[in-house]
């Protein structure tokens, strides 16, 4: 019913850029909070920025200054630019929604929709 898809990630040298996209497609209503999340191997996942519909964003320590996560409500999708990327950037970069959905006619509301995740390496 909804979807959620990342691309943009890869394998960059430290000092460089990316930029994530996500998509969410399928019978949304609204989307309440996207957020982006990574997860380094033997690590939990971690917030690493989340922007409200109608507030102000927030992101982790680590990637104040370096990253910046906006929106495209009309395209439902959210956009993670990277800057200077370190080593310790590589992880498993996931999408994350708080929406509400269409089905058989009622709404439901999903807290945490998850995408399937892009990688990104950063390493010389």
């Known amino acids: 019913q909804v979807q959620l898809v990342e691309s943009g990630g890869g394998l960059v040298q430290p000092g460089g850029s990316l930029r994530l996209s996500c998509a969410a497609s399928?019978?949304?209503?609204?989307?309440?909070?996207m957020a982006w999340y990574r997860q380094a191997p033997e690590k939990q996942r971690e917030l690493v920025a989340v922007?409200?519909?109608?507030?102000?964003?927030n992101y982790a320590d680590s990637v104040m200054g370096r990253f910046t996560i906006s929106r495209d409500n009309a395209k439902n999708s959210v956009y993670l630019e990277m800057h200077n990327l370190k080593p310790e950037d590589t992880a498993v970069y996931y999408c994350?929604?708080?929406?509400?959905?269409?089905?058989?006619?009622?709404?439901?509301?999903?807290?945490?929709?998850w995408g399937q995740g892009t990688q990104v390496t950063v390493s010389s």
């Open positions: 994350n929604a708080d929406l509400i959905y269409n089905s058989g006619g009622r709404k439901y509301r999903a807290r945490s929709y």
């Open positions: 399928g019978s949304i209503f609204s989307i309440n909070v």
């Open positions: 922007m409200p519909s109608g507030g102000s964003t």
